[in-house]
């Protein structure tokens, strides 16, 4: 079946500029996760979707930052007059239940530049 | 609250092993291993939960220590397809994190 889906899976954009991320995950899975990679550096935990809960949007960078996900499916994550600081690789990720016990399946990620 | 790897790179020969700690301030009930190659998405390795037993995936395994909110990941006979950036990864509350990631390479 069809894995994780992410676009755009490049962007580019000027400082200033808001710029919206999708990401669907694979079909009937209730978890969803964005996390930010920079370059060389490690996974940082942005926010993590599980079912039809309020997610715990503490792990946002900042309040430029917002995340939706809409009939428990797709999911798009906001970020509102970028910083050069945002560029990096945003990737998605979604498991079939609750995070303990199951496997995430990442998406191919969205690059984010910007200028 | 991310849980800290050790070392934080390793060269190996071929067929040689490896282990790959992953320690964390908070109580764990559950291990995500996963690796990482360059520009590509983490990959799934396995999940070790509280009580459960120690999980293998052919020559890599890994332990998990409760009571020391450890976790070790071992790579025996290490082939070239293992080097890539090995990262563990645990959910604490509502947040899951990722350590800070042990880079490893495989030479022949």
């Known amino acids: 079946g069809a894995g994780v889906s992410q676009s755009p899976s490049n962007k580019v954009t000027e400082k200033g500029k808001d710029v919206e991320l999708r990401c669907d995950p694979i079909?009937?899975?209730?978890?969803l996760y964005w996390y930010r990679q920079s370059l060389g550096q490690g996974l940082e935990f942005l926010i993590y979707f599980q079912g039809n809960s309020a997610p715990d949007k503490s792990g946002l960078p900042s309040d430029r930052f917002s995340a939706e996900r809409t009939g428990g499916s797709v999911s798009t994550l906001t970020i509102q007059r970028t910083q050069q600081e945002d560029s990096a690789v945003y990737l998605c990720?979604?498991?079939?239940?609750?995070?303990?016990?199951?496997?995430?399946?990442f998406g191919p990620g969205t690059r984010l530049t910007v200028l | 609250q991310q849980p800290v790897q050790s070392p934080q790179a390793v060269i190996l020969r071929e067929g040689e092993d490896a282990v790959i700690n992953c320690s964390s301030s908070k109580a764990l009930y559950s291990v995500h291993w996963y690796r990482q190659k360059h520009g590509e998405a983490p990959v799934f390795l396995m999940i070790?939960?509280?009580?459960?037993e120690q999980k293998g995936h052919e020559k890599i395994s890994a332990s998990f220590n409760e009571k020391k909110q450890q976790s070790s990941l071992y790579l025996t006979a290490s082939q070239l397809s293992y080097s890539g950036t090995y990262f563990c990864g645990i959910l604490t509350g509502n947040q899951f994190y990722f350590g800070t990631g042990t880079s490893l390479t495989v030479i022949p």
């Open positions: 990720a979604s498991s079939p239940g609750g995070a303990n016990g199951d496997t995430q399946y």
């Open positions: 070790l939960l509280k009580g459960g």
């Open positions: 079909s009937g899975h209730t978890a």
